[in-house]
T-cell receptor, first 115, second 114 residues
Framework: DTGVSQDPRHKITKRGQNVTFRCDPI?????LYWYRQTLGQGPEFLTY????????KSRLLSDRFSAERPKGSFSTLEIQRTEQGDSAMYLC?????????????FGPGTRLTVL | GQQVMQIPQYQHVQEGEDFTTYCNSS?????IQWYKQRPGGHPVFLIQ?????EVKKQKRLTFQFGEAKKNSSLHITATQTTDVGTYFC??????????????FGQGTTLQVKP
């Protein structure tokens, strides 16, 4: 399968624990995005990378959140000291700059539940 | 801040009836994109509209971009049970036309009764 993949698909953790999610974009895509989606809402932008550079971060992304894309391929999103309000679906998307419309292809998401 | 709003939030129709969802942006958009998310799934890109007044069709789906490039609509003719899901519109964040950062509406969830 050559689509965007995310791991794990589900994560249940206790409040205060750290969690890390991984996203593998479509191989030739140079942009990678992280979004968060809660029930009944559309995806909310968190951050994005062009190659290995993190170019923009949302104000939603508190200092407990950090994202990396060390070699311009896969990316990780870490949440430290999780809170119940962090419970959501975390979606990754990738795109190829230069193509018409910069179409974003989403992965299946990681559903985080913080107890 | 910039907002993208969709109405209605939910729509229940009988199979075979038509369905329309409306999208309004607080700012002028360079383009508008539509995504579909099936229950338990992830957003899947449907289409992008760029030109003022543009109309595009995909089989039973008709997408329209308003003249002022601040609103859009998606119309489904003769709905089928396979059309069930949530339809999102999304536009580039103002000042971010080259980043791809998207602002999504809250979506319209379509239920189709067979």
């Amino acid at each position: 399968d050559t689509g965007v993949s995310q791991d794990p698909r589900h994560k249940i953790t206790k409040r205060g624990q750290n969690v890390t999610f991984r996203c593998d974009p479509i191989s030739e895509h140079n942009r990678l995005y992280w979004y968060r989606q809660t029930l009944g809402q559309g995806p909310e932008f968190l951050t994005y990378f062009q190659n290995e550079a993190q170019l923009e971060k949302s104000r939603l992304l508190s200092d407990r959140f950090s994202a990396e894309r060390p070699k311009g391929s896969f990316s990780t999103l870490e949440i430290q000291r999780t809170e119940q309000g962090d419970s959501a679906m975390y979606l990754c998307a990738s795109s190829l700059v230069g193509t018409s419309g910069d179409t974003q292809y989403f992965g299946p998401g990681t559903r985080l539940t913080v107890l | 801040g910039q907002q993208v709003m969709q109405i209605p939030q939910y729509q229940h129709v009988q199979e075979g009836e038509d369905f329309t969802t409306y999208c309004n942006s607080s700012t002028t958009l360079s383009n508008i994109q539509w995504y579909k998310q099936r229950p338990g799934g992830h957003p899947v890109f449907l289409i992008q509209l760029v030109k003022s007044g543009e109309v595009k069709k995909q089989k039973r789906l008709t997408f329209q971009f308003g003249e002022a490039k601040k609103n859009s609509s998606l119309h489904i003719t003769a709905t089928q049970t396979t059309d069930v899901g949530t339809y999102f519109c999304a536009g580039p964040a103002t000042g971010s036309s080259n980043t791809g950062k998207l602002i999504f509406g809250q979506g319209t969830t379509l239920q189709v009764k067979p």
